[in-house]
């Protein structure tokens, strides 16, 4: 029996709507997936995500951040992640890989794993495909990824093809580890779910930097593995975005119809919306929450820096078009002294908002795919977004 099961309603183009069932939920894609990097989504209580003004179905756990900090023994004892933290929709964790990746000087890379320097403590840790999927099975996550490496945006040919190769080899081992935990019982969610084989799913990822040769090649390695889902790796790192749309329009279309397609780390509304009509179905990014916390807030018609004086008397809320709760009660001049003023309700009402946007936006998306109407949606969010506001 399988972990989850997926299928496609409706295709308009290369753009996919369809609906991907996990032990915790059926979740509508194409869908947008708040991170909740250290067992929170930065700013905002778990209810609002559960509100139906955001109806966030699923959200993200970072695995290097748990690790950590509190540490495994403590989630373990919790019961896993959804307990500890009050949250019982789905979860995907990362594999820590891309964490690690990101400590750059701090880290050292070997066939076995990766040896970095806490952030936390400065102590020397040690991360594996073994010590990922092992941390993975105590967080209880409903997906779970393979643990990678990522090459550089400007890696050259014969770098990121010994990145490939070993990402390939870790996403074996992965495989592998995740396999034993699963039998013993190790997976801290494990649940009857009906039709479903309740253990946790596991997603490949594929790598290759800007090399569209060693992307065909990473996916197909990743494909032959076999999976329960595809990630496409090492996007929205520096590259050029010109160059990340060739890479994602080339590889979309190339992995299996029949699995979700998870485009890790990107991106800004427009990027979601782009990277949808060449085919992806899953997405995370911190922007919404993050950006959230230093003053912007993404609308319909682009970002606004709630800083800029010229919002001091404007009695408009953030965005006209949008439902949200923040939208339907606060002025951009409330917010902007909220801001100002350093009062931390400025934060959390963004994140709010920025979420709420998020979301609106891919709930737009699929309704539109559904309909046929996926080009017009296309089309229009792109020009009103040019309109803006600052
Ligand atoms: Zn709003």
């Not at 990678?148 to 390939?168: F, I, K, Y």
Request: hydrophobic content about 40%; glycine content about 10%; charged content about 25%.
């Amino acid at each position: 029996m399988r972990a989850l099961r997926f299928h496609i309603e409706r295709q308009d183009g290369e753009a996919r709507a369809g609906v991907l069932t996990t032990r915790r939920g059926r979740i509508e894609t194409p869908v947008f997936m708040p991170v909740g990097t250290a067992g929170t989504v930065k700013g905002i209580r778990f209810e609002e995500l559960e509100s139906t003004d955001l109806d966030a179905k699923i959200i993200l756990g970072n695995t290097y951040h748990l690790w950590l900090r509190p540490g495994i023994d403590v989630i373990r004892a919790a019961g896993g992640l959804h307990r500890f933290i009050g949250w019982d929709r789905a979860l995907l964790t990362d594999s820590g890989g891309f964490q690690v990746w990101s400590l750059g000087a701090l880290r050292k890379i070997s066939e076995e794993g990766t040896e970095f320097r806490s952030h936390v403590d400065g102590s020397l840790r040690f991360l594996s495909p073994e010590v990922s999927m092992e941390v993975q099975a105590a967080l209880g996550s409903d997906i779970v990824m393979v643990f990678d490496e990522c090459a550089p945006g400007q890696a050259s040919h014969e770098e990121t093809e010994r990145s490939v190769n070993l990402t390939t080899r870790w996403a074996k081992r992965s495989k592998a580890a995740f396999n034993q935990l699963q039998l013993d019982r190790a997976d801290t969610g494990h649940l009857e779910a009906k039709d479903l084989s309740g253990t946790q799913a596991l997603f490949g990822i594929a790598q290759g930097a800007g090399h569209l040769d060693l992307r065909r090649i990473s996916l197909d390695e990743t494909v032959n593995i076999g999976f329960d889902g595809y990630a496409i790796g090492g996007l929205s790192v520096g590259e050029e975005k010109s160059l990340m749309f060739d890479v994602i329009e080339d590889v979309a279309p190339r992995m299996p119809k029949d699995a979700p397609r998870y485009l890790m780390g990107v991106g800004t509304p427009e990027d979601l919306v782009e990277a949808v009509a060449r085919g992806v179905d899953m997405f995370d990014c911190v922007l919404p929450t993050r950006n959230g916390r230093t003053g912007q807030a993404f609308t319909s018609r682009g970002k606004l820096n709630i800083k800029n004086a010229q919002w001091v008397n404007d009695s408009r809320p953030l965005d006209e078009s949008c439902r949200c709760s923040v939208c339907r009660r606060h002025t951009r001049a409330y917010l902007r002294h909220l801001h100002m003023t350093g009062e931390m309700l400025a934060s959390i009402l963004l994140t709010h908002h920025n979420l709420a946007f998020f979301l609106d936006t891919m709930r737009g998306v699929r309704q539109s795919i559904r309909s046929g109407d996926f080009p017009k949606f296309r089309r229009e969010f792109t020009e009103r977004l040019g309109a803006n506001g600052e």
